[in-house]
Nanobody
């Protein structure tokens, strides 16, 4: 059964850090690109970052460049999102997703499979 499970969310103070994980099962992880998205209360889901399956090229939304780092470990079938210098307005449910490619310009990046999300709360 194909599954993506996010973990690592929680409460963090502004300026703090969290690392999210996305554990995959039920498909050939190496062949898939991994995307991270977030949805804040009352707002639309937005793209955060994406890492390709092949050469591991990366994409970041302008709002997170220089603060977030996406990575993957194909042996562990896990994707990661390291988030530093978090801001209050980045409180959201964070989702990981998998697709054959990172389709830049698409609001879903062309992702086929989605996790259920993990809540990140940035608050003092």
């Amino acid at each position: 059964q194909l599954q993506l499970v996010e973990s690592g969310g929680g409460l963090v103070q502004p300026g703090g850090s969290l690392r999210l994980s996305c554990a995959a099962s039920g498909f050939t992880f190496d062949y898939y690109s991994i995307g991270w998205f977030r949805q804040a209360p009352g707002k639309d889901r937005e793209v955060v970052s994406c890492i390709s399956s092949s050469v591991g090229s990366t994409y970041y939304a302008d709002s997170v460049k220089g603060r977030f780092t996406i990575s993957r470990n194909n042996d562990k079938k896990t994707g990661y999102l390291q988030m530093n210098s978090l801001k209050h307005e980045e409180t959201a449910v964070y989702y990981c997703a998998a697709g054959r490619f990172c389709l830049y310009g698409s609001p879903t990046l062309g992702m086929d499979y989605w996790g259920k999300g993990t809540l990140v709360t940035v608050s003092s």
